[in-house]
């Protein structure tokens, strides 16, 4: 069992830096594929990027793709979302996940979540 905890989100305008923190708890927690969601009003959840267990390999959106990236700090089970150069159409809810596959860009490919922070760009 693995439970997630995100923090980070807030509010930032366009241009702008966010830096999302999941904090994982259990001990198989570093065995894991670790994923970034995110889900806008209306849209479905949709892949951002994900990390695998080692930390060696990382896989992202083509929207986000040379913005944002994806790290893990094994000691500290947490995953980290570092945003730059945010635009309004990265406004949603951000979930982390944790999952066996990798890669994994699909909701289906993770069995634990956590409950979401929201990240507001304003232009």
């Known amino acids: 069992q693995v439970q997630l905890v995100e923090s980070g989100g807030g509010l930032v305008q366009a241009g702008g830096s966010l830096r999302l923190s999941c904090a994982g708890s259990g001990r198989t927690f570093i065995t894991y594929t670790m994923g970034w969601f995110r889900q806008a009003p209306g849209k479905e959840r949709e892949f951002v990027a994900t990390?695998?267990?080692?930390?060696?390999?990382?896989n992202y959106a083509d929207s986000v793709k040379g913005r944002f990236t994806i790290s893990r700090d094994s000691g500290k089970n947490t995953v980290y979302l570092q945003m730059t150069s945010l635009k309004p159409e990265d406004t949603a809810v951000y979930y982390c996940?944790?999952?066996?596959?990798?890669?994994?860009?699909?909701?289906?490919?993770?069995?634990?979540w956590g409950q979401g922070t929201q990240v507001t760009v304003s232009s």
């Open positions: 990390i695998s267990s080692s930390g060696g390999r990382t």
């Open positions: 996940a944790a999952g066996i596959r990798f890669p994994g860009d699909s909701v289906s490919d993770y069995n634990y």
